[in-house]
């Protein structure tokens, strides 16, 4: 389809294993977000990038995420050394725009990792 | 910093009956507001936008939300409830991060439909 697609839709991994999960947007979106959805506490954004530039949001430990955009329309996140609080659905979502013009962002289904 | 706060945890209503969803927001400037809805294995789907202009906003499967400045909220209504509804109901602001607009959420709604 032409939506927001993510896979896997589910990662286990061993504590302390780097994961990587795979986004592809909506061709043309030029905003790609990251979020992470944990019961109970809503959703938080991890990173964002624009275009080609990468752009990390602070507030999740430092260096374990990142993201990589090796294509216009994918987005990689990587996960270092996972921990178990890290256990939580990955939500992938794109926007059109990028500077402020209220475009709305189109999410995936996102991908529930469990770090055993 | 900008917060959304959706004091109902969970709600509980028969089908037909009417809903609405409270959220409350802080944030400094104008906001952009919305309302996601996300069923189980799913990602979320958007409902509904305020950007600016009328302070009543429809959206898709009857839902509608009102914007009200002077109260900091967005509350989110439907007038009768069908079972397929039942889902968790997101509220959303949009703030400026650099160059890139993100959402700030809150944690949800969990709307359950007794037939």
């Known amino acids: 389809g032409a939506g927001v697609s993510q896979s896997p839709r589910y990662k286990v991994a061993k504590r302390g294993r780097d994961v990587a999960l795979r986004c592809d947007s909506i061709?043309?979106?030029?905003?790609l977000y990251w979020y992470r959805q944990t019961l109970g506490q809503g959703s938080e954004v991890l990173t964002y990038?624009?275009?080609?530039?990468?752009?990390?949001k602070s507030g999740r430990p430092s260096g374990r995420f990142s993201a990589e955009r090796p294509e216009r329309s994918v987005s990689t996140l990587k996960i270092q050394r996972t921990e178990q609080g890290d256990s939580a659905v990955y939500l992938c979502?794109?926007?059109?725009?990028?500077?402020?013009?209220?475009?709305?962002?189109?999410f995936g289904d996102g991908t529930r990792l469990s770090i055993l | 910093a900008q917060s959304v706060t959706q004091p109902d945890i969970h709600i509980t209503v028969s089908e037909g009956a009417s809903l609405e969803l409270r959220c409350n927001y802080s944030?400094?400037?104008?906001?952009?507001l919305f309302w996601y809805v996300q069923s189980p294995g799913q990602g979320l789907q958007l409902l509904l936008k305020?950007?600016?202009?009328?302070?009543l906003v429809q959206g898709i499967k009857g839902f509608e939300a009102e914007f009200k400045r002077s109260q900091s909220s967005f509350n989110l209504r439907k007038p009768s409830v069908h079972w397929s509804d039942a889902a968790e109901y997101f509220c959303?602001?949009?703030?400026?991060?650099?160059?890139?607009?993100?959402?700030?959420f809150g944690s949800g709604t969990q709307l359950t439909v007794l037939p």
């Open positions: 979502a794109s926007s059109f725009g990028g500077v402020d013009d209220g475009q709305p962002q189109h």
């Open positions: 061709s043309g979106h030029v905003t």
């Open positions: 990038s624009q275009s080609d530039a990468q752009r990390d």
């Open positions: 944030y400094g400037a104008t906001p952009y």
């Open positions: 305020y950007f600016s202009g009328d302070t």
């Open positions: 959303a602001v949009g703030t400026l991060s650099g160059s890139a607009r993100q959402l700030t």
